[in-house]
C-alpha cells in the first residue's frame, strides 16, 4: 500500500498525518483502510469522520474502466480514537512493474457539516512480501535486477524496457512519483548514520515517506551501524512501512552476521568489485532473503550486464566446493 501526491508522511506526532492501509486482499476483493492520525485530533470532539471516494484504477500501460467506491466510517471503538474509514474494492488491479496501477483518494475529515481536512492523492495496492528466501509479489517469485540511478531524475522509460529496478540513495519524492506511474521498482537505500549520535526520528520520516509509493518496494539500511540503533529503527519501523520490505547492508566478504534484528525482512550483501562472498554464506543459516549488491558500478540506465555478470559470478561462486547449485537462491542483484 502506498500513497503519491502527498505530503511527507513523518511530520510531528501533533500534525494530523493521512495513512492507507492494504487489508484483507485477493483477487477478487480487497479492503483499503484511510486513517487520520494525530495528537491534535485526539484533542477535538468525538464526532469526526471520514467521508470520501476512491476512484480507479488508472494506468500508463493499460486502459481499464474505472469505478468509483465509497468510503464508510467505522464507529469509534472508544472515545479519542483516530478516525478511520474503509473502501471495498472489488475485482481490485494491483500495483505491478507490468501495470502500475493506481487509484485516486479524495477523502475529508468532518466535524459534524464542517470540513477539517482533506487528502486528494494516488493510491498504490501492493502485494509484496517474503516466502523463505525469496521476495514474492502478486503470488509468484520476483528477482529483482538494479542499477544505479539518479536520485533527483529517473529515466524511466531505460529502466522499465530493461527489466530494472532502480538503486537509488535517499531518492526524492517526485521521483518516486514517477516511478509510481511508470512501473519502475526502486531499491532506496537510507542516508549513512552519522558517527556521532542517532537521529531515529529522521530514518523514520525517509521510511514513511518511501512507504506512501508503491515503486519503493526495498528500503536499505546502510552500512556502517550500531545494532542497537537498527534495532529500534526496524522496531518502529514496522508501525509504518507496510509491504515495503526493510532490510540491512552487511559486508559480503566477512562471515554472516550471528545476530540480526528479527524485524529486518532481508540482508543486502555488500561486495565490493571483484570480490565473492565468504564460503560460509553458503550455508546461510538465518533463512532470509539476500541480495547481493555490488557497488560503485555505474552504468547508465537500461544497461543490465552488470546485474548478468554478478549474477553469473555468484551462480559459479556457489558451485565452487563441488555442488550442483546452492541450496538456496539469491533473491535479487544490484549494481551501484
Known sequence: MALIDSPPAAASDGIPQWSVVLGRADDMRAEVYVRLAGTALRERREHLRITGTLVGPQCERATTLPI??????????????????????????YWTPELP????????????????ETCDCLVGLRRLGVRGRSFWLESRRFVLRGMAADGNHLEATALH??????????PALDVCERADRSGVAIAAILPEFPTAGFDLASRLAHIAAWARHP??????????????????????????KGTMLL?????????PPR????????????????????????????GIPLVARRPDVLHSAGHRSDCDQLQAALAAWGMAAGEQRLPWDWAGYCVG
Open 68 to 93: 468509483t467506491v465509497p468510503l464508510t466510517a467505522i464507529p469509534s471503538v472508544a472515545a479519542g480514537c483516530e478516525p478511520i474509514a474503509r473502501a471495498i474494492l472489488t475485482e481490485p488491479s
Open 101 to 116: 496501477n493506481l487509484y485516486r483518494l479524495q477523502a475529508q475529515l468532518m466535524d459534524g457539516t464542517s470540513l477539517l
Open 161 to 170: 524496457e530493461a527489466g530494472a529496478a532502480a538503486v537509488i540513495v535517499n
Open 215 to 240: 515503486s519503493v518496494v526495498l528500503a536499505v539500511i546502510p552500512r556502517p551501524f550500531e545494532l542497537e540503533s537498527v534495532q529500534q529503527l526496524a522496531t518502529q519501523a514496522q508501525k509504518m
Open 247 to 255: 532490510g540491512l547492508e552487511v559486508d559480503g566478504t566477512a562471515p
Open 259 to 286: 545476530v540480526l534484528p528479527k524485524e529486518i525482512d532481508f540482508l543486502a550483501v555488500c561486495l565490493p568489485p571483484a570480490t565473492l562472498p565468504d564460503a560460509q554464506w553458503r550455508e546461510h543459516t538465518h
